[in-house]
């Protein structure tokens, strides 16, 4: 499978339940993870946007066990459809979610009415903005040297 149909799985199956808007939001998310310039994700995945969405750890729907039990959710078991492709295709050309900003690099579903301040793992991220279910979040200093 090529970049552009794994990032079309992704989207589906990180944000198909949440509109134009959510799916756009996810898809500039992972596509910044491949344009910064510093951190992690400058280091490891040094542009490439294909080793975006494989990093291990990153995405629930990229893996197959969680929490132990089988992920049947993830993008092995999606079939994008036109939409998914066409949204890839404009974030892979440059488009952004006019909520966000270049620097968003993280989001989460919090299955909550609230967002966590900070990205709740290692507070690498602050709050931004969120879109839908999903909170998005810009990185603070302590990314930088990660």
Not at 71 to 99: K, R
Not at 107 to 131: E, L
Request: proline letters at 4%.
């Amino acid at each position: 499978m090529d970049t552009r149909e794994l990032l079309a799985r992704l989207i589906k199956c990180e944000a198909g339940g949440e509109g134009l808007s959510g799916m756009a939001a996810v898809a500039t998310t992972v596509v910044n993870r491949a344009k910064v310039t510093y951190g992690e994700y400058a280091r490891v995945n040094q542009g490439d946007l294909r080793r975006v969405i494989e990093q291990e750890c990153q995405f629930t729907c990229h893996k197959s066990v969680v929490g132990g039990v089988q992920n049947v959710q993830n993008v092995w078991t999606q079939t994008p459809e036109d939409i998914h492709y066409e949204i890839a295709d404009w974030a892979i050309n440059g488009g952004t979610h006019p909520g966000l900003s270049e620097q968003t690099l993280w989001f989460m579903n919090p299955y909550s009415d609230t967002c966590p301040d900070y990205f709740p793992y290692n507070r690498s991220g602050v709050i931004q903005n969120r879109i839908n279910e999903h909170c998005f979040y810009e990185p603070t200093v302590f990314y930088y040297d990660t």
